[in-house]
Each structure stands twice: as structure tokens, then as C-alpha cells.
Nanobody, 121 residues
């Protein structure tokens, strides 16, 4: 069974850093890209950062210059280094993988259970 397991969330003060990690397991045939999304109470789930198999990255404007996404494809693991955290970064952070479990299967999104990040002022 496919699983995305996140770790690294927590409570920090503004200006501090956190590093999130997420490992995909359970038999992916291919993962084309991995990403981090976040959702604050009352808000929709928004893209934070994405990285493709080729290492191409893109970021939400609100985190550019502060967050860095990276990936270890051999381990099916994606990381999010979050620096200079702000109270508005407070949210549940979700790991996302886009790929398929079989060579003939259609690509689809897979999601982790989420990890809470809270930034106090």
C-alpha cells in the first residue's frame, strides 16, 4: 500500500528554521514530481514548493528566498528546508507525490497525512 510519511513539523519562534521530510513507500512504479502543500484553518490547500524528476523547482511567491525543496530520488524522499519562518507560515504541511504504481497505470496524486508547523511571534 502506498504511503507518504512526513516528519519534522513542530513549534518554533519567528525567524527560526525547520526541516520537513517525506518518504514515499509501498511500490511506486514511477514518481514524476514531489511537492509540499500547506493548509491553514479556513483556507484552501496551496502549493508551497514542487520539484520534478529533473530537479526543476518552483515556489510560492510567499516562500521564495526562504524555503528550499530538495529530493533524493533513490530514496523517494523529498525535503523542505524552511528558514526565517513567519507566523503566517503556520499551517498543516502535506507531502504530495504525482506518479503511478504500475507501468500501465495513470498518474495520480498521492498525499501524506500532514504535519503541523506552528510559528509563534
Amino acid at each position: 500500500q502506498v504511503q507518504l510519511v512526513e516528519s519534522g513539523g513542530g513549534l518554533v519562534q519567528a525567524g527560526e528554521s525547520l526541516n520537513l521530510s517525506c518518504t514515499a513507500s509501498g511500490g511506486f512504479f514511477t514518481i514524476r514530481r514531489m511537492a509540499w502543500f500547506r493548509q491553514a484553518p479556513g483556507n484552501q490547500r496551496d502549493l508551497v514548493a514542487r520539484i520534478t524528476n529533473d530537479g526543476v523547482t518552483n515556489y510560492a511567491d510567499s516562500v521564495k528566498g526562504r524555503f528550499i525543496i530538495s529530493r533524493d530520488s533513490a530514496k523517494n524522499t523529498v525535503y523542505l528546508q524552511m528558514n526565517v519562518l513567519k507566523p503566517e507560515d503556520t499551517a498543516v504541511y502535506y507531502c504530495n507525490a504525482f506518479g503511478s504504481q504500475t507501468w500501465f497505470g495513470a498518474d495520480r496524486d498521492y498525499w501524506g497525512q500532514g504535519t503541523q508547523v506552528t510559528v509563534s511571534s
